[in-house]
């Protein structure tokens, strides 16, 4: 059975950092390609950041060079470090196995000051 496990989210200020973590279980970690996407209410579900197997990261436009997602193999586990945070930040963040029907149970991330 997969499972996806986050945590880390949490009300910030703008300009302000949080660290997101997703814990995996249920697949053969180090070859899969993990993922982060967020959701606002009526609008879907977009890609902020991926990062293969051997650690290759790509992020969303509108948060490279803000962002960094990094993986552990050893731990399972794939992590979301956010700096600078902007309100259009605020969303539902979901850990997934990118090309896979895998999905976490989503982190509230709200920036306001």
């Known amino acids: 059975q997969v499972q996806l496990v986050e945590s880390g989210g949490g009300l910030v200020q703008p300009g302000g950092s949080l660290r997101l973590s997703c814990a995996a279980s249920?697949?053969?970690?180090?070859?899969?390609?993990m993922g982060w996407y967020r959701q606002v209410p009526g609008k879907q579900r977009e890609l902020v950041a991926r990062i293969t197997g051997v650690g290759a990261p790509t992020y969303a436009a509108s948060v490279k060079g803000r962002f960094t997602i990094s993986r552990d193999n050893a731990a399972n586990s794939v992590a979301l470090q956010m700096n600078s945070l902007k309100a259009d930040d605020t969303a539902v963040y979901y850990c997934?196995?990118?090309?896979?029907?895998?999905w976490g149970q989503g982190t509230q991330v709200t920036v306001s000051s």
């Open positions: 997934t196995v990118v090309g896979g029907p895998y």
């Open positions: 249920g697949i053969t970690f180090r070859f899969a390609t």
